[in-house]
């Protein structure tokens, strides 16, 4: 069973650059068909996806972060990155990765815990 885990800085500064990494267990993020999705959900406020890496390694990112966020992948660590630059208060969120089969719309079938960001001077 694959499992993901989320792992962050926890508190950043504004303007400062946030990098959260995904560490994929149990599948390689290289197998066909998948994809992995960063997704964040502000407190009180529904989920938003940030981007999403293909097996094959492209990317997509969400337009409404006008190129913020940047998505990357490590195959020999196994690892999914996500960075969000010049951040803000408002970025403050959990921040989840997932295991996505048949993006778009796919089908989100595994979730990590999550990280808690919180960006604070």
């Known amino acids: 069973q694959v499992q993901l885990q989320e792992s962050g800085p926890g508190l950043v500064k504004p303007s400062q650059t946030l990098s959260l990494t995904c560490t994929v267990i149990g599948d390689s993020i290289t197998t066909n068909d998948y994809f992995w999705c960063w997704i964040r959900q502000p407190p009180g406020k529904g989920p938003e996806w940030m981007g999403v890496?293909?097996?094959?390694?492209?990317?997509y990112g969400n337009p409404s972060l006008k190129s913020r966020a940047s998505i990357s992948r490590n195959t020999s660590q196994n690892q999914i990155t996500l960075q969000l630059s010049s951040v803000a208060p408002e970025d403050s969120s959990m921040y989840y990765c997932t295991r996505v089969y048949g993006w778009p719309p796919g089908l989100h079938d595994s979730w990590g815990q999550g990280t808690q960001v919180t960006v604070s001077s």
């Open positions: 890496i293909a097996y094959t390694g492209i990317t």
